[in-house]
RNA sequence: GGGCCUGUAGCUCAGCCUGGAUAGAGCGGCAGCCUUCUAAACUACAAAAUGAAGGCAGCUGAAGGUCGAGGGUUCGAAUCCCUUCAGGCCCGCCA
């Protein structure tokens, strides 16, 4: 707000460019310019040179600064607190729940393929993260005026899905889902492993497979019908899912629907010679001119691999989408997959390949250690979700002695949720993590409920308060330390979803909203609000208010509900 | 053999893109506030130095660091460049 004034204006004094940081300490002021790039060319001490400016400057400065003067080398700026108070707290009263909004996504649409869960399993952990991250991006990139497209990649056909097929047409006896009383996926889920185990007795099930697949290709009613039913049994039990995570999609992508445009797309292409041919009769592309290795993009046996649909998928979001980026949420493993994806979508001559990109992500596990699917190691997302479930009602009775089932109910899930939201989303997405539930529900710490907390603590004071709605605020009565910091960390909040959102990194959101809340508390401890005389009341009664705007703000970018009691 | 990523306090992480002043949080641990016991002096009561044991919700305080290592660039490096070590992931018909 005030920084890029005062750069402007610096900029007019001094003549140079001008970089502002931030200074460690706060009576080093609110803003600090480094005189050391100065020395050569004015042959001068730095620490001579700032007290020069800062004497200057001091004089002629602007109504919105309180003092110039300079400390090692530096001149130091500092704010008048009034000023900055009014701006601030009158900004976010104005905006509400725009404010930290910028516009910068104007007219400008963003795609980002997230989830793409197969129709064989349940969603485990690692989809978690995946799902979380994809979310909360799009959270972002909305916020920041963006039209964003949430596309959910469903891959519904393949052998894996024939697998889980296989074992309940062998020893599925006409059971559902309702008559097990399973959640669809899992029901599902359930002939995968099946098959699995049964694969370890009877190596031929794998041919048994490959047939299936075969009889779904040519479009067997049986088969059709079969496949047709678990498909549904699994997406609505991805639907559940989704729900109770709180994830949603504009658009969604069902690979059943055009594998065989892709492969075709492929053969056309191979034809006009874009592809080659290798010794056993796969076509791949070659990608020595851009230093990537070859990838195939048709097995011989003219069936489709990723790498054929995603080709064709890549054209038609396009197709379908105006869009500036198109950002593909995928784990780390695939970082070489992608970039050959890419290279092959810029040899082919779509211009576009620039705008694709891959975010990575980093693993997630256990404390217990690796996931592995094979030893029956994985970890759902829905057993995940009643473990936080029941951690945070463990945490609720300890505060409350009594409450209601449903109330009980709901909001164990919400604090459940958000401390599951919240751990994985304050780690750097480049870095593998851990998971560990127990860390994450505590009410203290940098935890999701413990920004929760926060809210409905202030939220409780804004309950109780009492007369205070005619009085005008005076803005001088904001002159506690805590008080100036907790505005200053108000004031921060666009500059940090800005830079989350052109870097793609929702953790900024999170890490912010543990110090803000830091910061809260602090002043909430220090400086009684309801027992204050009626215009410190006042003042400090609309610092709270405008506080709990910001964290609900934030806490809505990554998804998680602010709650006015816990 | 080649490529990408990570390494910061006991643990979990932020800061690195965009170099700047004493490298920041959280958890844990430590000390204190707290409880019980002890107790000179005193007619007695209240209060209580000191020492010991216990507890831990909250509050307060302090401690904890070769920023993996080495070199370079720079007035200045956790941050940029090079080398190296450790860990993870990937490298034509898996997804």
């Given amino acids: 707000m005030f920084k890029k004034k005062l750069v402007k204006w610096l900029e007019k004094k001094i003549k140079e460019d001008i970089v502002l940081e931030t200074p460690p300490s706060k009576d080093m002021g609110d803003y600090a310019l480094a005189c050391f ?202 639907n559940e899912t989704y729900k109770t995570l709180g994830v949603k999609f504009d658009k969604i992508y069902y690979e059943s629907t055009f594998w065989k445009k892709a492969k075709n797309l492929v053969l056309r292409y191979y034809k006009k010679g874009q592809f080659i041919e290798g010794e056993d009769g796969e076509l791949l592309c070659d990608l020595e001119k851009y230093n990537l290795p070859n990838k195939v993009v048709l097995r011989a ?30 784990a780390r493993e695939q970082e070489m997959y992608f970039r050959q994806l890419f290279a092959i979508l810029r040899k082919l001559g779509y211009k576009w390949w620039e705008k694709c990109l891959h975010f990575s992500y980093g693993m997630i596990n256990l404390p217990e250690g690796k996931m592995k699917s094979r030893e029956g190691t994985v970890v759902d997302i829905d057993d995940l979700i009643t473990v936080m479930k029941d951690l945070a009602k463990i945490e609720i009775k300890q505060r409350h002695d009594e409450m209601e089932e449903a109330e009980l109910e709901k909001r164990s899930s919400a604090i459940g949720l958000a401390a599951l939201r919240f751990f994985l989303l304050k780690i750097d997405a480049v870095k593998d993590m851990i998971f560990n539930p127990t860390e994450a529900i505590p009410f203290e710490g940098d935890t999701g409920p413990y920004v929760q907390y926060t809210y409905a603590r202030a939220s409780s004071i804004l309950r109780r308060v009492k007369g205070v709605k005619g009085i005008e605020v005076q803005y001088e009565l904001v002159r506690e330390d805590v008080e100036r910091e907790l505005v200053k960390k108000l004031e921060e909040f666009p500059e940090i979803v800005e830079n989350s959102c052109n870097n793609l990194r929702p953790h900024l959101i999170a890490q912010y909203l543990t110090d803000l809340c830091r910061t809260f508390n602090d002043f909430y401890q220090k400086c009684k609000c309801l027992q204050a005389e009626e215009d410190i009341k006042a003042a400090r009664i609309k610092l709270v208010k405008v506080s709990t705007i910001v964290i609900k703000n934030a806490l809505t970018l990554l998804g998680i509900k602010a709650l006015e009691e816990m």
């Fill in 37 to 238: 790039p100065f020395c050569k060319k004015l042959r001068k001490d730095p620490k001579k040179i700032a007290l020069e400016y800062a004497t200057v400057l001091h004089l002629e400065k602007p109504g919105y600064i309180e003092k110039i003067i300079s400390l090692s080398g530096y001149v130091n700026f500092f704010l008048k607190t009034k000023v900055l108070a009014k701006k601030v707290i009158e900004k976010i009263s104005k905006d509400k729940n725009n404010y930290g909004k910028t516009n910068i996504g104007r007219k400008k649409q963003v795609m980002l393929e997230f989830s793409a869960p197969n129709t064989n399993k349940p969603m485990h952990l690692g989809h978690l993260r995946n799902n979380l991250l994809g979310d909360c991006l799009s959270n972002i990139f909305d916020y920041e005026g963006y039209k964003v497209i949430r596309a959910n990649l469903i891959n519904d056909r393949g052998i894996h899905i024939c697998k889980s097929m296989l074992a309940y047409k062998k020893w599925g006896k006409g059971k559902t889902p309702k008559s097990e009383n399973m959640k669809g996926d899992h029901f599902v889920g359930y002939y995968y492993v099946l098959y699995q185990q049964k694969l370890k007795e009877d190596p031929k099930l794998e041919q048994a497979a490959q047939r299936l697949l075969k009889k779904w290709e040519k479009g067997d009613e049986k088969t059709i019908a079969l496949w047709k039913k678990m498909r549904k049994w699994c997406l609505q039990g991805f």
């Fill in 301 to 330: 046996d003219k069936t489709t691999l990723y790498s054929t649909q995603d080709i064709y998928l890549a054209i038609q979001k396009f197709k379908d989408y105006n869009l500036e980026k198109s950002i593909y949420v995928v």
